[in-house]
């Protein structure tokens, strides 16, 4: 049988060392010996004897907080041996390596996978307030391993080295030791030129030393659980209404 479809490019890609690594740019495999966290309803293959196992929001904890931000965390845990294939609606994958000591924010829509080895936590974005439903609550990884994000076309990395500002339904995730904050689009001259989409005029300002990464789509946040807090009502109030 010939066709294009079966270049190498398009052919499973294999290692011998366990973990998390690209198949392509759409597409994550995991070569499975022992246990990855990844969003539920993520999986598009597999190979070997795995198990999946629903987790919920992670925990008491974070169950609580996902009822209170929108920003809840429909995780599984898959363990066992064998090659597991992760994708989310053809956005494209990027691998981070956590070290000790380091800390991103992530928009909780954008994480795909990560080892179990890693801890996160739900955080609100500090200087937030009650001015935007976007990206209100984020979640905060910090340990020593790898992480798969998403992000909808190819990102630029900022390097915060001067205030920065961007549109909140852009900012993907950052350096957790930025100081953010939100204002309105007036305040800087632009009016109702950012945020068209959701009716809401703010841009969110970084200071600091770090990054942010930035993609090249303006969409509604929705968090890991699909943003039902958010779509509800509109920031937190509305969140806490719908609980």
Same mark, same amino acid.
């Given at each position: 049988?010939?066709?294009?479809?079966?270049?190498?490019?398009?052919?499973?890609?294999?290692?011998?060392?366990?973990?998390?690594?690209?198949?392509?740019?759409?597409?994550?495999?995991?070569?499975?010996?022992?246990?990855?966290?990844?969003?539920?309803?993520?999986?598009?293959?597999?190979?070997?004897?795995?198990?999946?196992?629903?987790?919920?929001?992670?925990?008491?904890?974070?169950?609580?907080?996902?009822?209170?931000?929108?920003e809840g965390v429909p995780l599984m845990k898959v363990s066992g041996r064998?090659?597991?294939?992760?994708?989310?609606?053809?956005?494209?994958v990027h691998l981070i390596d956590l070290e000790p000591g380091d800390a991103?924010?992530?928009?909780?829509?954008?994480?795909?996978?990560?080892?179990?080895?890693?801890?996160?936590?739900?955080?609100?974005?500090?200087?937030?307030?009650?001015?935007?439903?976007?990206?209100?609550?984020?979640?905060?990884?910090?340990g020593q391993g790898r992480l798969a994000i998403t992000t909808k076309g190819?990102?630029?990395?900022?390097?915060?080295?001067?205030?920065?500002?961007?549109?909140?339904?852009?900012?993907?995730?950052?350096?957790?030791?930025? /100081?953010?904050?939100?204002?309105?689009?007036? =305040?800087?001259?632009? +009016?109702?030129? $950012? %945020?068209?989409?959701? *009716?809401?005029?703010?841009?969110?300002?970084?200071?600091?030393?770090?990054?942010?990464?930035?993609?090249?789509?303006?969409?509604?946040? /929705?968090?890991?659980?699909?943003?039902?807090? =958010?779509?509800?009502? +509109?920031?937190? $109030? %509305?969140?806490?209404? *719908?609980?």
């Open positions: 049988m010939r066709s294009a479809l079966f270049a190498a490019e398009n052919m499973e890609k294999e290692s011998q060392q366990p973990g998390l690594r690209l198949q392509n740019s759409k597409m994550l495999k995991a070569e499975l010996n022992g246990e990855i966290m990844a969003r539920t309803g993520t999986m598009v293959a597999y190979q070997g004897q795995v198990q999946f196992q629903a987790l919920g929001s992670g925990g008491v904890g974070k169950w609580l907080k996902s009822k209170l931000t929108g064998g090659d597991v294939f992760f994708a989310d609606r053809s956005s494209d991103i924010s992530i928009n909780g829509a954008n994480v795909l996978a990560f080892d179990a080895s890693l801890q996160y936590d739900i955080k609100m974005v500090q200087g937030v307030g009650m001015m935007s439903s976007a990206g209100l609550f984020n979640c905060v990884f910090t190819t990102p630029v990395v900022l390097t915060v080295d001067a205030p920065t500002y961007v549109d909140p339904q852009a900012a993907i995730c950052w350096s957790a030791s930025l /100081q953010t904050g939100y204002h309105r689009a007036d =305040q800087l001259g632009i +009016g109702t030129l $950012l %945020g068209r989409s959701t *009716g809401e005029a703010f841009t969110m300002s970084f200071a600091g030393q770090g990054f942010v990464v930035v993609q090249p789509s303006e969409e509604p946040p /929705q968090g890991l659980a699909g943003g039902q807090g =958010q779509q509800q009502g +509109g920031g937190v $109030l %509305g969140n806490l209404l *719908g609980s």
